[in-house]
């Protein structure tokens, strides 16, 4: 009598086989859940920058009388991006955030770059208006 104790040949490739299969099917599934996260926390600094915007225009209502948008966003920011640098230039290190030619700019841990659109409007005359912020845009 022989004692066969182990895996054959056949099912040490089987079970390969389906490891590569779950692993297929699992990395496109996880950058896809980092990338989805990563646009989320991008969108709550944006949502945090616009009411910023609108509590700095809401002030300068009070204060002088004209709703008016600063030069920089996140002028407007009691509290910045841990990662905000003012080093004018776009985003090109992980996380950072910047302000650059009328773009905010996000660097995201893939490498990729986002930027919105940023107006300070006409802060005097007979035409002033507030400020526009654009959406996400590639950069």
Do not use: C
């Amino acid at each position: 009598m022989k004692n066969n104790k182990g895996f054959t040949l056949i099912e040490l490739i089987m079970v390969t086989i389906i490891l590569g299969i779950l692993a297929a099917v699992a990395i496109p599934r996880y950058t896809t859940s980092v990338s989805a996260a990563e646009a989320a926390a991008e969108d709550a600094v944006i949502s945090s920058i616009r009411a910023g915007l609108d509590n700095y225009a809401q002030e300068q209502l009070m204060s002088g009388g004209r709703a008016t948008w600063p030069a920089n966003p996140f002028e407007a920011l009691a509290k910045k991006p841990a990662s905000y640098t003012t080093d004018d230039s776009n985003a090109d290190a992980d996380g950072e955030w910047t302000f650059h030619n009328g773009h905010i700019t996000h660097q995201r841990n893939d490498n990729t770059r986002y930027k919105w659109a940023y107006s300070q409007g006409t802060p005097t005359g007979d035409n002033a208006v507030v400020g526009t912020l654009g959406e996400r845009a590639g950069l």
